[in-house]
């Protein structure tokens, strides 16, 4: 079965530093990877996606993702944190009708 | 401009009574769902549609019900048999059209708070 694992249920950083967000998968996944983000009461938005055509991928935002097959893992990085950054980020799969989404990491930015 | 509406962004009702929750996309995409929210569970699937008048139960389809009569509705019933409704509920739809990544769009939520 395919899983998704974003490690640490909250991340939290401050204004202007390096935001690293993690996720793994596992080897069964489809070659499709997807990062959203959440902003309080509000629908799921699509941050970035891996098709294969490209290991580093860039998003919205300023957010860029590098899928690491070796390590199989699809992190997410922004070079300088921003408060408007603070939400809920979900790493998924693609490729098939039933998507497999991660718990979830809440970004928390101190001023 | 495309998207996905939900109506209405809260809803209040008593236990016992059954209540629906609308979801429309004008994206021309076959394939539609329902997801629901609570806090630091993630999302998870209750519902999902490939094509008009067919679907399938997700994870935690118990206490749900839904219909399929138009490709771009799929209305979401919580039943009086749904032990906690309260949460958060998510429509989204993807295109299913060949071989693709079938990325999800959401729409904005709906707000269910049972008393």
């Known amino acids: 079965a395919q899983s998704v694992t974003q490690l640490g249920s909250h991340v939290s950083v401050s204004e202007g530093a390096l935001v690293l967000l993690r996720c793994n998968y596992s080897?069964?996944?489809?070659?499709?990877l997807f990062w959203y983000v959440q902003y309080p009461n509000q629908g799921l938005q699509l941050l970035l996606k891996y098709t294969s055509a490209a290991t580093l991928v860039k998003g919205i935002n300023g957010f860029e993702a590098e899928f690491k097959k070796s390590e199989t893992s699809f992190h997410l990085t922004k070079p300088s944190a921003h408060m408007s950054d603070a939400a809920e980020y979900f790493c998924a799969t693609g490729g098939s009708y039933i998507p497999t989404f991660g718990r979830g990491t809440s970004l928390i930015v101190h001023p | 401009d495309g998207g996905i509406t939900q109506s209405p962004k809260y809803l209040f009702r008593k236990e016992g009574q059954n209540v629906t929750l609308s979801c429309e996309q004008n994206l021309n995409h076959d394939a539609m769902y329902w997801y629901r929210q609570d806090p630091g569970q993630g999302l998870r699937l209750i519902y999902y549609s490939q094509i008009v008048n067919d679907f399938q139960k997700g994870d935690i389809a118990e206490g749900y019900s839904v219909s399929r009569e138009k490709k771009e509705s799929f209305p979401l019933t919580v039943t009086s048999a749904q032990k906690n409704p309260t949460a958060f509920y998510l429509c989204?739809?993807?295109?299913?059209?060949?071989?693709?990544?079938?990325?999800?769009?959401f729409g904005p939520g709906t707000r269910l708070t049972v008393t």
């Open positions: 989204a739809s993807s295109s299913s059209s060949g071989v693709g990544s079938y990325e999800q769009y």
């Open positions: 080897s069964s996944v489809p070659p499709y």
